[in-house]
C-alpha cells in the first residue's frame, strides 16, 4: 500500500475530511508557501499545482495522496464558502462517484470534489476547480 492509499484509507468519512484538510494546508503552506487561504481565489493555485503535477508526467497512482488531500481541500471550500457539509455517500452514490465521501450543498444537491480534482488532473484544464466553484448550482450566495 502507497502512503497516499494508507492515508486516504484512514479518513473516508465525512467526519474526518475538515482535519485532512487542515492537516494537508498545514503541510503544502509550510513547505512551499502555497496560499491556500480557503478563498475561491485559491482554487486557482490548486488549479496551477494539478497543472504542475501533470506537466511532470508522473501517473495518477504516484500522486494520490497529493491528489486526495488537494480534493479535501476543495471539499473544504465549498463547506466554508458556499454552505455544504461533508456526508458519507450511501452505496448508490459511491458506486457512481468512486468515492466514499463528498459535500451537500444547501439545496440537497451532491458533489464529489475528491472527483473533481482527479477529473482536473487527468483532463486537464477544461476541469478547472475555480471554475467549478463559480458555476456551482446550490451554493449559498454571499452579499458582498
Request: charged share 30%; proline share 3%; aromatic share 10%.
Amino acid at each position: 500500500m502507497r502512503d497516499g492509499d494508507e492515508q486516504e484509507e484512514r479518513v473516508l468519512r465525512a467526519e474526518g475530511m475538515r482535519r485532512h484538510a487542515a492537516g494537508f494546508v498545514d503541510h503544502v503552506t509550510a513547505r512551499n508557501r502555497l496560499p491556500l487561504d480557503y478563498s475561491v481565489a485559491s482554487l486557482r493555485v490548486v488549479d496551477f499545482v494539478i497543472d504542475g503535477l501533470r506537466s511532470g508526467g508522473k501517473a495518477r497512482a504516484e500522486v494520490a495522496g497529493t491528489l486526495f488531500g488537494l480534493g479535501a481541500y476543495v471539499g473544504e471550500v465549498l463547506v466554508r464558502l458556499a454552505g455544504a457539509q461533508w456526508v458519507d455517500f450511501d452505496a448508490e452514490q459511491r458506486a457512481y462517484f468512486g468515492q466514499s465521501v463528498g459535500v451537500r450543498m444547501p439545496d440537497g444537491r451532491v458533489w464529489n470534489p475528491l472527483g473533481k480534482v482527479v477529473n482536473r488532473f487527468e483532463v486537464g484544464k477544461e476541469e478547472s476547480l475555480r471554475t467549478f466553484y463559480l458555476t456551482l448550482p446550490g451554493r449559498v450566495r454571499r452579499a458582498a
